[in-house]
Nanobody, 127 residues
């Protein structure tokens, strides 16, 4: 059974950095897609970026404004989201999600495309 678990959230001041981790388990082969999403209070969950494990192909949105970078450690099955120059508006719960196989560039931000979700990790940006 595929599972994902996020870690690395916390509280930082504006301008600070955080690196989130998503550990993927229950997959026996490197053919899955992992995505990072976030949901701020009172807002809908939005896609940040995703990465396909077999090709390394990345799709991303403008939500991070070039400040967020997704990367993956294929051997350890961990996907990272590095966030720099954080702003108060980045405060949200950050979720990791995974699906077996690849994903289309026209559908990667659709929540239903992903099979499993983590519990989320809180990121708070405040002075």
């Amino acid at each position: 059974q595929v599972r994902v678990e996020e870690s690395g959230g916390g509280s930082v001041q504006p301008g600070g950095s955080l690196k989130l981790s998503c550990a993927v388990s229950g997959v026996d082969f490197n053919d899955y897609t992992t995505g990072w999403f976030r949901q701020a209070s009172g807002k809908e969950r939005e896609g940040i970026a995703c990465i396909m494990s077999n090709s390394g192909t990345i799709y991303s949105s403008d939500s991070g404004e070039g400040r967020f970078t997704i990367s993956g450690d294929k051997a350890r099955k961990i996907v990272y989201l590095e966030m720099k120059n954080l702003k108060s508006e980045d405060t949200a719960i950050y979720f990791c999600a995974a699906k077996i196989g690849d994903i289309y560039d026209t559908r990667w931000w659709i929540l239903d495309e992903f099979d499993v979700w983590g519990q989320g990790t809180q990121v708070t940006v405040s002075s």
